[in-house]
């Protein structure tokens, strides 16, 4: 005897397998002086690495805001979500002053 799934046995079904398929944004670790990494994962279908790349920035960013200091990136990656591994992303970065000479050098490297 099959049972058929009722509208809302499907709704809550659904639900619960998005509820399961969360997306996290780890805290942010000192690896040095100045120095901190954060990674983050997705694993709803369809996500982008870039996407959690995006909100990694906006913590970061806000956290050197926090310490009226400027989000330097050092390294970044990325993946996107392929079927059984989640999207994930890692940014290296600093908080610096704006005066920082390392600030002013990748200022004068990117021209």
């Known amino acids: 005897m099959g049972r058929k799934l009722s509208k809302l046995n499907y709704i809550l079904l659904t639900v619960v ?3 399961m398929s969360g ?3 780890g805290k942010i670790v000192a690896t040095g002086k100045d120095s901190y990494m ?3 994962f997705n694993s709803a ?3 982008t690495g870039s996407g959690i790349l995006t909100k990694l920035y906006e913590k ?3 956290y050197c805001t926090n310490k009226n200091l400027v989000i330097h990136t050092v390294k970044t990656y990325y993946r996107n979500q392929v079927p059984l ?4 992303a ?3 970065f600093q908080c ?6 390392e600030l002013k050098q990748n200022e004068t490297e990117n021209k």
Do not use: H, M, Q, V
Request: hydrophobic fraction near 35%; proline fraction near 11%; include cysteine.
């Open 85 to 88: 591994r989640p999207a994930r």
């Open 60 to 62: 970061a960013g806000n």
């Open 38 to 40: 954060i990674t983050g």
């Open 96 to 101: 610096l002053s704006e005066d920082d000479p």
């Open 90 to 92: 890692e940014l290296a």
């Open 17 to 19: 397998i998005l509820t």
């Open 45 to 47: 279908p369809f996500s």
């Open 23 to 25: 997306c996290g944004l």
